[in-house]
């Protein structure tokens, strides 16, 4: 798919590419259900806005919008599904002033719009099941970026911050787990203790799989959990042993922080797990599993039902 798209250009051949994601099978009422062609009537003429449907069950009326991120939005549907493919097409990000810039929008509803896409990008974890099986292989590790909005108050330090500038406990913290030659999860916590990574493991990796991590004695209890638990010794310089090794977790740290530092620059920590959605969608959607931008674009719009995001709701962290 390119950029001079008709869908890109004109909001009629956006409505029914969105349409045909949707609904291949014909509209669905989201007001009520009823998916019957015999009880559901396009509403035509000058006096209805294109695209308009009534529901004879229910006696409601919707668009293809109502009930997805892009419900009761004045921008063009053209200029969403353009936004929608750039994110989706974009591996370290696309910027809201780059946004603004395509869009022809200003750079708040750009914002804006980011970040209601990157809600729709979120993964729904209790659907899909468990990382990894018998025979698969997962990695587990923790990453440190940015600095906390709010200091981290030391338990040692009886709920005084630490009063050093550097080092992980001023920043932010990011536990992830990816499945070799699949997917990853990544959530933002406040504090990376045993008792989280515990409860991230066991909820997020089937207990049957082989588990790699690096020495952190974060792991060193859950991974006796697991069909096999083996670590790297980084502070040793040991970086991989045979298939022993935690490179690939380490990989999407690498892509993730030059998105973040190369292109968004900024991140309040309220948004971190927003962020964390995009770039564990595009991994999970990534080219060398055979999929190509067009079709992680079409994938991102199926998911875009349910999960409408309001102004106001935007600053809710998403702590883990």
Known sequence: MKLDSP????AEAAREH???????HGPNCP???NARADRITKMEGKAHRPGLYNCMECREQFTVTVGTV???SKIPLNKWLLATFLMASSKKGMSAHQLHRMLGVTYKTAWFMAHRIREAMKEDTASSGPLGGEGKTIEADET?????DVPYMSPQRKGRPFLKSGGAAQKRT?????ERGGC?????VQHATKDIVRDILVRNADRKSVLYTDESKLYTTTGSEYAKHETVNHSGKEYARGEVHTNTIENVFSVFKRGMIGVYQHCGEAHLHRYLAEFDFCYNRRAALQITDTERHDQLLAKIEGKRLT???IGEAGLA
């Open 70 to 72: 892009f419900e009761r």
């Open 31 to 33: 007001h009520c259900g």
């Open 18 to 24: 969105l349409e045909a994601q949707r609904w291949p």
């Open 311 to 313: 102004y106001r709701r």
């Open 174 to 178: 990011i536990v992830a787990l990816v």
């Open 184 to 188: 990853v999860r990544s959530f933002h």
């Open 144 to 148: 440190y970026i940015g600095k906390r």
């Open 7 to 10: 869908i890109f250009q004109d």
